[in-house]
Protein backbone atom coordinates (compact mmCIF):
# COMPACT_ATOMS: atom_id res chain seq x y z
CA UNK A 1 0.00 0.00 0.00
CA UNK A 2 1.42 3.39 -1.17
CA UNK A 3 0.18 5.17 2.14
CA UNK A 4 -1.04 2.69 4.70
CA UNK A 5 -3.48 3.35 7.22
CA UNK A 6 -4.73 1.54 10.39
CA UNK A 7 -8.22 2.73 9.52
CA UNK A 8 -9.68 1.68 6.71
CA UNK A 9 -7.19 -0.09 4.98
CA UNK A 10 -9.28 -3.38 4.93
CA UNK A 11 -12.04 -0.88 2.67
CA UNK A 12 -9.08 -0.26 -0.09
CA UNK A 13 -8.00 -3.25 0.08
CA UNK A 14 -11.81 -4.72 -0.65
CA UNK A 15 -12.39 -1.82 -3.42
CA UNK A 16 -9.39 -2.75 -5.20
CA UNK A 17 -10.54 -6.31 -5.31
CA UNK A 18 -13.80 -5.76 -6.26
CA UNK A 19 -12.45 -3.70 -9.42
CA UNK A 20 -10.64 -6.28 -10.24
CA UNK A 21 -13.43 -8.91 -9.79
CA UNK A 22 -15.60 -6.51 -12.37
CA UNK A 23 -12.31 -6.79 -14.66
CA UNK A 24 -12.80 -10.75 -14.18
CA UNK A 25 -9.12 -10.93 -13.29
CA UNK A 26 -9.96 -13.93 -10.95
CA UNK A 27 -12.24 -16.50 -12.75
CA UNK A 28 -10.40 -19.35 -10.95
CA UNK A 29 -11.08 -17.99 -7.54
CA UNK A 30 -9.18 -15.33 -5.63
CA UNK A 31 -5.69 -15.87 -4.27
CA UNK A 32 -4.74 -16.99 -1.24
CA UNK A 33 -4.97 -14.87 1.89
CA UNK A 34 -0.93 -15.08 1.77
CA UNK A 35 -0.79 -13.73 -1.36
CA UNK A 36 -3.33 -10.93 -1.20
CA UNK A 37 -1.40 -9.91 2.19
CA UNK A 38 2.12 -9.87 0.54
CA UNK A 39 0.55 -7.69 -2.12
CA UNK A 40 -0.60 -4.88 0.08
CA UNK A 41 1.80 -5.59 2.42
CA UNK A 42 -0.55 -5.85 5.25
CA UNK A 43 -1.35 -8.64 7.84
CA UNK A 44 -3.39 -11.79 6.94
CA UNK A 45 -6.59 -9.90 9.31
CA UNK A 46 -6.11 -6.85 7.48
CA UNK A 47 -7.05 -9.06 4.34
CA UNK A 48 -9.46 -11.25 6.29
CA UNK A 49 -11.29 -7.72 7.33
CA UNK A 50 -11.36 -7.07 3.23
CA UNK A 51 -12.54 -10.62 2.52
CA UNK A 52 -15.26 -10.63 4.66
CA UNK A 53 -16.58 -7.08 3.60
CA UNK A 54 -16.56 -8.65 0.02
CA UNK A 55 -18.49 -12.38 1.09
CA UNK A 56 -21.05 -9.93 3.23
CA UNK A 57 -21.62 -7.90 -0.10
CA UNK A 58 -22.07 -11.17 -1.67
CA UNK A 59 -19.66 -10.83 -4.36
CA UNK A 60 -17.22 -13.63 -2.96
CA UNK A 61 -17.78 -16.84 -1.42
CA UNK A 62 -16.29 -19.17 0.04
CA UNK A 63 -16.30 -22.98 -0.78
CA UNK A 64 -14.91 -25.75 1.52
CA UNK A 65 -11.66 -27.31 -0.35
CA UNK A 66 -11.97 -25.14 -3.22
CA UNK A 67 -11.57 -21.47 -1.78
CA UNK A 68 -12.76 -18.45 -2.05
CA UNK A 69 -14.73 -18.01 -5.48
CA UNK A 70 -15.98 -14.55 -7.35
CA UNK A 71 -19.58 -14.39 -7.30
CA UNK A 72 -22.30 -16.86 -6.03
CA UNK A 73 -21.36 -19.73 -8.70
CA UNK A 74 -21.64 -23.01 -6.59
CA UNK A 75 -18.68 -24.90 -7.14
CA UNK A 76 -18.18 -28.04 -5.96
CA UNK A 77 -15.18 -29.42 -3.58
CA UNK A 78 -13.26 -31.96 -5.29
CA UNK A 79 -13.47 -34.50 -2.36
CA UNK A 80 -17.55 -34.58 -3.35
CA UNK A 81 -17.09 -34.34 -6.94
CA UNK A 82 -14.71 -37.99 -6.52
CA UNK A 83 -17.66 -38.88 -4.48
CA UNK A 84 -20.57 -38.05 -6.76
CA UNK A 85 -18.31 -39.34 -9.54
CA UNK A 86 -17.28 -42.82 -7.78
CA UNK A 87 -21.06 -43.22 -7.12
CA UNK A 88 -22.41 -43.02 -10.09
CA UNK A 89 -19.94 -46.07 -11.53
CA UNK A 90 -21.10 -48.33 -9.07
CA UNK A 91 -24.84 -47.24 -9.73
CA UNK A 92 -24.16 -48.25 -13.54
CA UNK A 93 -22.28 -50.89 -13.27
CA UNK A 94 -19.12 -49.53 -14.11
CA UNK A 95 -17.40 -50.75 -10.68
CA UNK A 96 -19.64 -53.98 -9.42
CA UNK A 97 -20.16 -55.11 -6.60
CA UNK A 98 -17.30 -56.87 -4.91
CA UNK A 99 -14.83 -54.95 -7.59
CA UNK A 100 -11.51 -53.23 -6.37
CA UNK A 101 -11.23 -49.23 -6.62
CA UNK A 102 -8.02 -47.75 -8.50
CA UNK A 103 -5.64 -47.21 -5.41
CA UNK A 104 -5.22 -43.84 -4.09
CA UNK A 105 -2.03 -43.14 -6.13
CA UNK A 106 -4.13 -44.17 -9.33
CA UNK A 107 -7.34 -42.06 -8.10
CA UNK A 108 -5.31 -39.10 -7.24
CA UNK A 109 -3.56 -39.07 -10.59
CA UNK A 110 -6.80 -39.41 -12.91
CA UNK A 111 -8.77 -36.44 -10.83
CA UNK A 112 -5.77 -34.55 -10.74
CA UNK A 113 -5.70 -34.11 -6.82
CA UNK A 114 -3.59 -34.94 -3.86
CA UNK A 115 -4.23 -38.32 -2.00
CA UNK A 116 -5.39 -36.39 1.07
CA UNK A 117 -7.96 -34.88 -1.14
CA UNK A 118 -8.69 -39.08 -2.42
CA UNK A 119 -8.74 -40.44 0.98
CA UNK A 120 -11.35 -37.81 2.27
CA UNK A 121 -13.59 -38.66 -0.59
CA UNK A 122 -12.97 -42.63 -0.32
CA UNK A 123 -13.28 -42.13 3.49
CA UNK A 124 -16.75 -41.08 2.81
CA UNK A 125 -17.82 -43.78 0.77
CA UNK A 126 -16.71 -46.47 3.41
CA UNK A 127 -18.55 -44.21 5.81
CA UNK A 128 -21.86 -44.44 3.92
CA UNK A 129 -20.86 -48.35 3.03
CA UNK A 130 -20.80 -47.72 -0.61
CA UNK A 131 -17.02 -49.31 -0.43
CA UNK A 132 -14.72 -51.93 2.30
CA UNK A 133 -11.01 -51.55 3.01
CA UNK A 134 -9.39 -55.15 3.44
CA UNK A 135 -5.77 -54.17 5.09
CA UNK A 136 -3.33 -54.85 2.97
CA UNK A 137 -5.35 -55.46 -0.49
CA UNK A 138 -7.40 -52.64 -0.99
CA UNK A 139 -10.88 -51.71 -1.16
CA UNK A 140 -13.98 -52.94 -2.61
CA UNK A 141 -17.21 -51.96 -3.67
CA UNK A 142 -20.03 -53.11 -1.03
CA UNK A 143 -23.51 -54.90 -1.76
CA UNK A 144 -25.54 -52.23 -3.02
CA UNK A 145 -27.93 -50.48 -0.09
Same mark, same amino acid.
Given at each position: ???????????????????????????????????????????????????????????? $? $??????????????????????????????????? $?????????????????????????????????????????????????
Amino acid at each position: MTNPSPRGTYLTISEALRARIAEGAYPDGLPSEAEIGREFGVARTTVRRALRALQDAGEV $T $TVAGVGRQVGNEVRVAPYKRIVTDLLERIRTGELP $TGARLPSEAELSESYGVARGTVRRAVHELEGAGHIHAQHGIGRFVGPAS
